[in-house]
């Protein structure tokens, strides 16, 4: 085997092992609270699917060895008790080499069952001698070729119905196996390579060292998660296939295997510097699948679009600072076109989303707003709330600057007006004088909740009267625990630990408050979620949220966006002398 290669190491049972580019990983982990002991194959084309199971074996017996995986971004080593091993890696997003001293390695199907709609059918073919699994679940066959070594066992060629389905690669004793295993549609040319394993291995380190030092040249000491966030982004990206139309980063390779439309932006903001292609792919992904009447869906993968709930308007946001951190801007006519794609996102809003005669739109659940289950939708779910006032007003002033930009003197007019107005409605509509309150949209009823939600509108940053912003402010610090930001009042009777958008702590709202303090003139507090949250990732990982009072990670712990805000804060961190108060 090769000598360990420098990179980041990680647990498989958070992070899968996987490429940049790639539709699979390796992962024990088959989907939500589903773990398996034995690493898989896990697809994410129609789905997540665990195809084949790995299990190492005594190379003459046959039987199980107990060995323990590890993993580094260009490497995953099985070893034994004994110190024998089985070393994987990526020698192309639909390739895997694998290669084994002292012991064999058992692939087999991960379904046992065949039926006429589901599982896979397993057989040796006879035009190349590779062995093929072709699985009913992700569309696609997976292709075995061995290289060297021989061939213990096969069972279940051809076979139909129940029964275990697989073949194990071995050698004689203290010699060495070798073999590829691709994913394909329906033919390939016979599986050859002029790479040797170790190069296979020394490539892949190169390609991530590369990316790396391209998103997060800044690193340091102080920066200790940078090289793991970034692998985290660079595993989870795959090529275009299917509705997935660009390049992208998916939420993750675990269950949250979807582009989801405000995911999509804290990612494209942190590779904007050094992987600017792939941000701006990233950014327009879900504009190729807005709808008629300009609504963005709520998220896109690979066999799926779903239009039943958008996600919040925080693209002119996002945009305005994705277009600051791109080393070269995009040209006139990606402007042009980017720009009425964020019209027609815009005009939804206005339109679709604004009862008659009103001046601020709406959420028809909280799914719309991101916050799927915050307490701010407890009494009502069709609401009218500051949080999305503020990220439309912020979206009209984009708007208007990139009018302003394109030559369209009057329609920078008209969008400075709009994005006016319906600031104005926020504060006189929602604001207390203390506080912002949620409204019903039907019944117009108001009320305030213990959730991070309502203060939201911090991210309107300069926008905002100073009052106002040091008010929300005051709030928000309430809600910082050790760890950072608490989504739900840990007070409050509402507070669940892991309670979603009640209570946990997220990184996008952790990345929209500390970029409006910070524009609102409050440095000190910035600073200090900043802080917390970057310490957080640092200990626990990027898990899709965290326990406010603990830090425990929870849900899916290979989340690209947490990734992403730790990348972005720590850059900030890295290269800001903070000012005072």
């Known amino acids: 085997m090769p000598d360990a290669r420098p990179g980041p190491a990680f647990s498989l049972d958070d992070i899968p092992f996987s490429t940049h580019g790639s539709w699979f990983g390796i ?49 995953l080593t099985w070893t034994t008790r004994e110190g024998r091993q089985i070393g994987l890696a990526y020698e192309s997003p639909h390739t895997v ?37 072709t699985s009913y679940e992700t569309g696609r066959r997976y292709r075995v070729t061995v290289l060297s070594g021989t061939v213990g066992e096969v069972r279940g060629s051809q076979a139909l119905g129940r029964t275990e389905r697989g073949l194990t690669v071995t050698a004689e004793a203290g010699g060495t196996w070798e073999a590829a295993i691709e994913e394909l549609d329906t033919a390939r040319a016979p599986y050859t390579t002029g790479a040797t394993f170790d190069e296979v291995v020394a490539t892949a380190e190169q390609s991530f060292a590369g990316f790396v030092d391209a998103v997060a040249p800044w690193r340091s000491a102080e920066t200790p998660a940078a090289e793991l966030a970034a692998y985290v982004l660079w595993s989870a990206t795959v090529e275009p296939a299917g509705l997935v139309t660009r390049h992208a980063t998916l939420m993750s390779k675990h269950w949250m295997d979807k582009v989801w439309s405000w995911d999509h932006c804290f990612n494209a903001l942190a590779l904007a510097p050094g992987a600017p292609a792939l941000a701006w792919n990233q950014y327009l992904l879900p504009f190729d699948h807005q709808d008629a009447s300009g609504a963005l869906p709520d998220s896109v993968t690979h066999s799926e679009v779903l239009y039943n709930f958008v996600k919040p308007p925080i693209h002119g946001w996002s945009l305005g600072r994705l277009r600051r951190r791109l080393p070269r801007p995009p040209g006139r006519t990606e402007l042009a076109d980017t720009y009425e794609k964020l019209a027609r996102w815009t005009t939804f809003w206005l339109s679709a989303r604004r009862a008659p005669r009103a001046t601020l739109p709406h959420y028809q659940h909280g799914n719309d707003s991101g916050w799927d289950n915050a307490t701010t939708f407890d009494p009502e779910r069709v609401v009218v709330t500051a949080d999305l006032a503020a990220f439309l007003a912020l979206q009209l002033r984009e708007l208007a600057a990139l009018a302003t930009e394109l030559g369209r003197a009057d329609d920078a007019v008209e969008w400075t007006g709009a994005a006016e107005t319906v600031q104005a409605a926020m504060l006189d509509e929602l604001w207390t004088g203390e506080r912002f309150v949620a409204r019903g949209a039907d019944s117009g009823d108001t009320w305030v909740s213990s959730s991070l939600l309502d203060l939201m509108p911090i991210a309107l940053g300069e926008y905002l009267p100073d009052d106002v912003a040091k008010s929300l402010a005051a709030r928000i610090e309430t809600h910082l625990t050790p760890y950072g930001l608490a989504t739900e009042l840990p007070t409050s009777p509402h507070y669940r630990p892991d309670g979603y958008w009640r209570g946990p702590i997220w990184a996008p709202a952790t990345v929209l408050i500390e970029d409006g303090l910070r524009r609102s003139g409050h440095h000190r507090l910035a600073d200090e979620i900043g802080a917390r949250f970057r310490a957080l990732c640092e200990t626990h990982g990027f898990a899709e949220n965290f326990d406010a009072l603990t830090g425990t990670g929870l849900r899916d712990r290979a989340y690209t966006w947490t990734a992403a805000a730790y990348l972005l804060l720590a850059e900030g961190h890295t290269h800001r002398e903070t000012p005072a108060d």
């Open 27 to 75: 992962s024990p982990v088959l989907a939500e609270k589903q773990r398996s002991d034995d690493l898989h194959l896990v697809s994410h084309q129609n789905g997540m699917h665990a195809v084949l199971q790995f299990v190492p074996v005594h190379p003459t017996s046959l039987q199980r060895y107990e060995a323990r995986a590890t993993a580094i971004p260009s490497l």
């Open 97 to 133: 080499r694998v290669r084994g001293t002292g012991a064999g390695l058992r692939i087999s199907a991960a379904a046992e069952t065949l039926t006429p709609f589901s599982g896979t059918y397993f057989f040796r073919d006879p035009v190349d001698g590779g062995y093929v699994f």
